[in-house]
């Protein structure tokens, strides 16, 4: 597996390092002036035969669906890709974990969907670690990117917004929910104190 | 230890108070109120509310990285780390103004009265240097000063004060799992939560705070300030009764005088400075895994295995709550993201003993929501993931907005062998040594689980689930730190006496859950705050003397 030219060991160069990071201070923001997740600057630290495995293996973990592409071509790989450059450990494991896809599959973009997926379930099974660490990010991409977001609106009812300021309204309570277990005697225990 | 700046005398404050969370809160405003002068230390920041994750559209990775729960995932500069590898439980907790009560669901239950008379009752733990009918001024106290919604008539409690606002409405989900209940005649009951449903608190001085709009993760924070969150209740009163809240100041010991009295404070200030704060009386309030780590860490001639320690109690009897989840399919959408994630209803069928079940003591079930789709696809409660391939979205869509989820919160009873003791090689930023975790979950508390879970189980396949997943025991559940500094009345036997204040160590004080004698088996903060306000009732009148 190739890597970034002038990399360590990890196959990082610590280029992408100083790339400004999202400002959480910035204050309440109206939602379309957020920053989404899966964008947001670059971080690029695969190349590009790496990355490109990458992208393939994410179609196969979420597929394409209604109008929605799957999750590699969606680019969730820039989400993973930002992650990767802020934890080296997490690197690590993924550029491991990725080689491994590649032998198992023995050339994985080569390969049609059935042994693709099979060389997935091979590698899930014997690096439990990675695999469950790659399905977890490729989650969080997938289900933060706005067009997934405006799916469920339209399929499930889920506003596409965040939580604030508006809230998810819901009727008032309705105390007539409780009157059997209002008509119940107290049957908590006594103590001495208590008679 | 470099050099050390020493406050000048004349800027003694009357009381030391070390942590900013729930029970140092209200202690801080109770004390100011009544015209102490108050100096509190608190190690992280304010959590200001355009800096929750609440208005942006990636929210749901807050949870899993810079908001989680875990001081070992989220790593914020304020954090400490913890040992937990040889504990069933992970510690979780806040670091900030507020404490824990930041990351907080809010459920707001208070300790039933057998809860205070286990020994008695029960054979088992020990009873309490007081009962609930005792303590039930300050409950009722704190609940009008920090706002409860929830409505009376409950009949597995006793009669109490009215409610501050109405009960949080549970949803067509929450009508659906009360169902269940209702046919295997069960006890439910909505769950009174430290949420307000209606505008309170104006009048008391917690200016702007607006009811709830049901956005669902009071777990990340509540930028709208509906939750009673210790940093927009207690904390804006106290500072303006003259309180002074000093952030970004980690205690590294308490220090003692000739007599072995406490003496105050050493701190980092926020510029790394090393500084003594002095005071006739302190006050610690840390959390049952910060409290007995600060007491250990500060040994001197007086007390060479940690301060308050001559019991060798300090640390001993480490109590969670054993938790399990089981979470719920359900045909119908309920869009169960609608409403506070922790605040629904609760059943208390089992809460007290029945020996025929095979353990002593009980547990509640504490109905809850799953949240967004981030937390529906990594598996929610049940950390069941949505499989990846083909079937992907169909069981996504299957799941989400159609779960939800029982928590079986079992009670824990306290044992010697779970503790928080000192690591002998992890340290926080500071170089001050962080605390080690040691918790096994004992045969008593996995068959209450295994009881739990099955009930559980029963409940929502009665409302009509058509599927049900279970995780028992569930890991990250650590959020009650119990016990660690045990009240008493024999100094043998605890740490601090029955009005929190130590059986040693007569101007020093231990106000958070670390005191708590037994778990009970429901969330604590109602039970820690209520204490913490009747320890600070006592330091008025004897001033530490």
Sequence with gaps: MAILPGGGENGYDGSVMDQPSVDLAAGPQPAAAATPAPSGPPRRVLDADTRALLIAVLNRLVPPHDDLPGAGDLGVADAI???LAEDTALRRTFLDGLRAVEVEARGFLGSDGELQDEALRRVEAARPAFFAALVNHCYRGFYTHPRVLQHLEATAGYAARPPQPVGHPLPPWRDALLARQRERAPFWRRTSSAE | MGSVTEMAHWDEPDVLIVGAGASGAAVAWSLADAGFKVV???QGDWVRPADQPHWRDDWELHRLTDFNADPNVRKRPEDYPVNDAASTFTPLMFNAVG?????????????????????SLDGVGDDWPFDYFELEPWYDLNDRMIGVAGVNGDPSQPPRSPRQTPPLPIGSFG???????????????????????????????????QPCNYCGPCDLGCPVGARSSADVTYWPMALRKGAELRTRCRVREITVDEQGRARGALYYGPDGGLREQRAPLVVIACNGVGTPRLLLNSRSRHFPDGLANRSGLVGKHLMFHPFASVSAVFDEPF???????????MCHEFYETDLSRGFVRGFQLQVVRESGPVRHAVGGFVADPVPWGADHHRVFHERFGRMMSVGVMGEDLPETINEVAIDPDLADSDGIPAPLVRYRLSDNSKRILDYGVARAREALEAAGARQVLALNPMRPSGWHLLGTCRMGDHPMGSVVDGFCRSHDVPNLYVVDGSVFVTSAAVNPTSTIQAIALRAADHIKRTRGR
Excluded: M
């Design chain 2, 335 to 345: 869009e169960s993201w609608r409403g506070p994630i922790g605040n629904a209803l």
């Design chain 2, 40 to 42: 509190c230390l608190e």
């Design chain 2, 175 to 209: 009508e659906r799992v009360a169902s269940g209940f209702e046919k295997l005649g069960w006890h439910w009951w909505v769950s009174d939560g430290a949420i307000i449903s209606a505008p309170f608190g104006e009048e008391l001085g917690q200016a702007g705070r």
């Design chain 2, 99 to 119: 404490g824990s009560t930041i990351h907080w669901s809010a459920h707001f239950p208070r300790y039933h009265p057998s809860d205070f008379r286990v020994k």
């Design chain 1, 81 to 83: 890709e930002r992650a």
